[in-house]
T-cell receptor, first 113, second 113 residues
Framework: SQTIHQWPATLVQPVGSPLSLECTVEGTSNPNLYWYRQAAGRGLQLLFYSIGIDQISSEVPQNLSASRPQDRQFILSSKKLLLSDSGFYLC????????????FGSGTRLTVV | KQEVTQIPAALSVPEGENLVLNCSFTDSAIYNLQWFRQDPGKGLTSLLLIQSSQREQTSGRLNASLDKSSGRSTLYIAASQPGDSATYLCAVNSGKGAQKLVFGQGTRLTINP
C-alpha cells in the first residue's frame, strides 16, 4: 500500500535561518507531488507542484523553493526564513494515471521567531 | 480561475442530529471533488471522492452529492457524534495538467454531547 511521510512534525526557526522540509512517498511510482501551506485562520494554499523529477512549478511568488531529487521525494526549502513563512505545511501526492484520491501527509508546523 | 466556497463557516449542533455541509464552485468543468476532514493541528484525512460523472458517494454515515451543472456539492452526516467534531474541507480538481486541488475555507463543525 502507499504511504506518505513528512518530517519534521514541528519546527521553530529564527528569522533568517534556512529551512528544509522533506516528504517521501512509498508504494507508488511517478506520483504527482504537492506542497500546500495553511496559515492561521486561512485556507490551504498550493505552493508548488511536480509532475516528475526536476519538474517543479510554483503557484505563488514567495521566499520558498522546492526540489524533487528523486521520483518519490519532494523537498521544500528556504535560504532565509521570514516571519510570514510561519504556518502549517502539508505535502500531498496523487496517482496521475487514475486521477483518484489526493493523499496528504501529517504536516509540519513551522514557527518562525 | 476556480473558486470554492463553503457555507457555513462554523456549525454547532447537538449530538444525534443529521446535518448538511455545503460547497460551491465557480467553474463546473471539474474532474472530481474530494471531501476532507481535518482535526486540530493534524493533516487532512480524505473522506469521499466523487468523480464528475457521479452524483453521489457514500461511506458509513457520510453521503456526498455532486451537482456539477450548478456547481454544488453537499456532505450529509447522519446521526452526528461528538467524534465528528472537526473542520471539513471541500476541494475541487480541475483535472487539467497536474490535477491541482482548489480548497474551500472549510466548515468548523462542533457536535455537542
Amino acid at each position: 500500500s502507499q504511504t506518505i511521510h513528512q518530517w519534521p512534525a514541528t519546527l521553530v526557526q529564527p528569522v533568517g535561518s534556512p529551512l528544509s522540509l522533506e516528504c517521501t512517498v512509498e508504494g507508488t511510482s511517478n506520483p504527482n507531488l504537492y506542497w500546500y501551506r495553511q496559515a492561521a485562520g486561512r485556507g490551504l494554499q498550493l505552493l508548488f507542484y511536480s509532475i516528475g523529477i526536476d519538474q517543479i512549478s510554483s503557484e505563488v511568488p514567495q521566499n520558498l523553493s522546492a526540489s524533487r531529487p528523486q521520483d518519490r521525494q519532494f523537498i521544500l526549502s528556504s535560504k532565509k526564513l521570514l516571519l510570514s513563512d510561519s504556518g502549517f505545511y502539508l505535502c500531498a501526492w496523487r496517482d496521475p494515471s487514475t486521477g483518484g484520491h489526493c493523499t496528504f501527509g501529517s504536516g509540519t508546523r513551522l514557527t518562525v521567531v | 480561475k476556480q473558486e470554492v466556497t463553503q457555507i457555513p463557516a462554523a456549525l454547532s449542533v447537538p449530538e444525534g442530529e443529521n446535518l448538511v455541509l455545503n460547497c460551491s464552485f465557480t467553474d463546473s468543468a471539474i474532474y472530481n471533488l474530494q471531501w476532507f476532514r481535518q482535526d486540530p493541528g493534524k493533516g487532512l484525512t480524505s473522506l469521499l471522492l466523487i468523480q464528475s460523472s457521479q452524483r453521489e458517494q457514500t461511506s458509513g454515515r457520510l453521503n456526498a452529492s455532486l451537482d456539477k451543472s450548478s456547481g454544488r456539492s453537499t456532505l450529509y452526516i447522519a446521526a452526528s457524534q461528538p467524534g465528528d467534531s472537526a473542520t471539513y474541507l471541500c476541494a475541487v480538481n480541475s483535472g487539467k495538467g497536474a490535477q491541482k486541488l482548489v480548497f474551500g475555507q472549510g466548515t468548523r463543525l462542533t457536535i455537542n454531547p
